[in-house]
């Protein structure tokens, strides 16, 4: 799983009939090392009601598409819930 900062929505008009209804965010992972966001980013459906700012965990691959209501939706990252805090040991 991926932790990760929304820091984007993606509208797509046209796209795959299976995806109609989804809402997608731009997700840029974090670093545990020093919670910095790194510069890639990735689009992930939304499945927990996720906003601009949210700190997320993200599920990628097989796992992502099993967290949709339809598996055979085509995702391959899916935010699974909203982080409320992270603790890191720093030893």
Do not use: C, Q, Y
Not at 9 to 32: C, E, M, Q, Y
Not at 56 to 66: C, E, P
């Amino acid at each position: 799983m991926i932790v990760g900062k929304v820091v984007g929505s993606l509208w797509a008009t046209r796209k795959d009939n299976k995806l109609n209804g989804l809402t997608f965010l731009v997700v840029k992972p974090i670093t545990h090392e020093d919670g910095a966001v790194s510069r890639d980013s990735i689009v992930a459906a939304d499945n927990a009601g996720a906003g601009i700012g949210d700190t997320v965990l993200v599920t990628t691959g097989s796992a992502a598409r099993a967290s949709m209501s339809n598996s055979d939706v085509p995702v391959d990252a899916v935010i699974v819930g909203i982080v409320d805090s992270i603790e890191v040991s720093h030893d």
